[in-house]
C-alpha cells in the first residue's frame, strides 16, 4: 500500500510538471471517471482501498500563446475508498452525505490547479509565471437513469487567483457489454473575473507593442466528450477518449488566448486492485 501512495505522490509532480492546458483537462477527464466508474470498479469489493493506477499519453493544443499540439505522458489515477473517500489525478475528497441506494451524493474536496512558465513559451516572452494552486470545492452528485448529474463550487483556497468557478457536468453511461463502456458527456464552467485575470490576464508591465494589456472577466466555457473504458483482464483497463471546450469571450478576448477551441485526445492503461 505504501507504493500505491508513493506512486500517486510522483503522479502528483508530474501532473504539476505538464501542459497548463493538457493538466488541467487531464484532471477534468478523470473526474468523469470518478463520477461515472470504470469496468471493473463496480465489481470491487465494498470495503477497504480499491481502484486504478496507470499512464496515458494525451495529445492537445495549448490555447495560450503557441499553438502547436503538444503531447505528454500523465499519470490516470482513480482511488476510493470504502465509497466515502476518493482521489483522482489532480485532487481528491469525501462524501459526507449519500442517499440510502447511493445515487445522490454531496461532498468536499481539494484539486490542483497547474499554473504554467512564460519560459516554455516563446509567445509568452516577458511575462510573469503563474503559479500552481489548490482549489477547495464543494459538490453535488446525482445519478439517475437517464443521466448523471454533477456540480461543483470551486474557490482557490492556495490564495493565488483568488478566484472562484462553477462546473455543471451531465454524463451517461452506456454499457456496451459487461467490459466494455462509453460516457458522453458535457460540462458547463463560469469562471469569475479573478480567475480569469490571473490566468488569462495580462498585466500592465508585461504589455508590449501587438500585447495590450488585458484585465479579465468572467466567462462561460463549454466542453463536451466522450469517454470509453474497457476492462482488458482481472486487473487491467484501457481507457481513452476525446474532450473539446469552446472558451466564452472573456478569454477568446485576451491577448495571449489564439484559439476560441481547444480539443484533447487521449489513450492509456491502468491497473486495477
Not at 505528454?72 to 459526507?96: K, N, R
Not at 500585447?211 to 482488458?232: H, K, Q
Request: proline share 5%.
Amino acid at each position: 500500500m505504501a507504493k500505491i501512495f508513493l506512486f500517486v505522490f510522483l503522479c502528483m509532480l508530474l501532473l504539476c510538471a505538464g501542459s497548463f492546458a493538457l493538466a488541467d483537462t487531464a484532471a477534468d477527464l478523470t473526474e468523469i471517471y470518478t463520477d461515472s466508474g470504470a469496468p471493473g470498479l463496480e465489481y470491487a469489493a465494498p470495503s477497504g482501498i480499491h481502484g486504478i493506477i496507470g499512464v496515458g499519453l494525451f495529445r492537445g493544443e495549448r490555447i495560450i500563446g503557441d499553438t502547436r499540439r503538444r503531447t505528454a505522458l500523465l499519470p490516470i489515477v482513480l482511488m476510493t475508498y470504502q465509497d466515502w473517500a476518493y482521489w483522482s489525478i489532480g485532487g481528491g475528497g469525501l462524501w459526507f452525505f449519500q442517499s440510502d441506494d447511493h445515487s445522490l451524493k454531496l461532498g468536499i474536496g481539494v484539486k490542483v490547479h497547474p499554473g504554467y512558465r512564460p519560459a516554455d513559451n516563446p509567445d509568452l516572452a516577458g511575462m510573469e509565471p503563474r503559479s500552481t494552486s489548490l482549489d477547495g470545492f464543494v459538490n453535488g452528485l446525482w445519478k439517475t437513469p437517464v443521466v448523471n448529474v454533477g456540480v461543483r463550487w470551486y474557490h482557490d483556497i492556495g490564495q493565488v487567483s483568488r478566484g472562484d468557478s462553477i462546473t455543471l457536468r451531465f454524463s451517461r453511461n452506456f454499457a456496451i457489454n459487461r467490459e466494455f463502456r462509453l460516457t458522453p458527456s458535457l460540462g458547463i464552467d463560469w469562471l469569475n473575473a479573478k480567475y480569469v485575470d490571473y490566468y488569462y490576464g495580462v498585466r500592465q508591465d508585461e504589455a508590449l507593442p501587438g500585447r495590450p494589456a488585458y484585465a479579465g472577466r468572467a466567462v462561460m466555457n463549454v466542453g463536451v466528450g466522450l469517454a470509453g473504458a474497457y476492462r482488458a483482464g482481472p486487473s487491467w483497463s484501457l481507457l481513452g477518449g476525446l474532450y473539446s471546450t469552446h472558451l466564452g469571450a472573456g478569454i477568446e478576448d485576451s491577448p495571449i488566448v489564439t484559439s476560441r477551441n481547444s480539443t484533447l485526445a487521449y489513450f492509456g492503461a491502468g491497473w486495477m486492485f
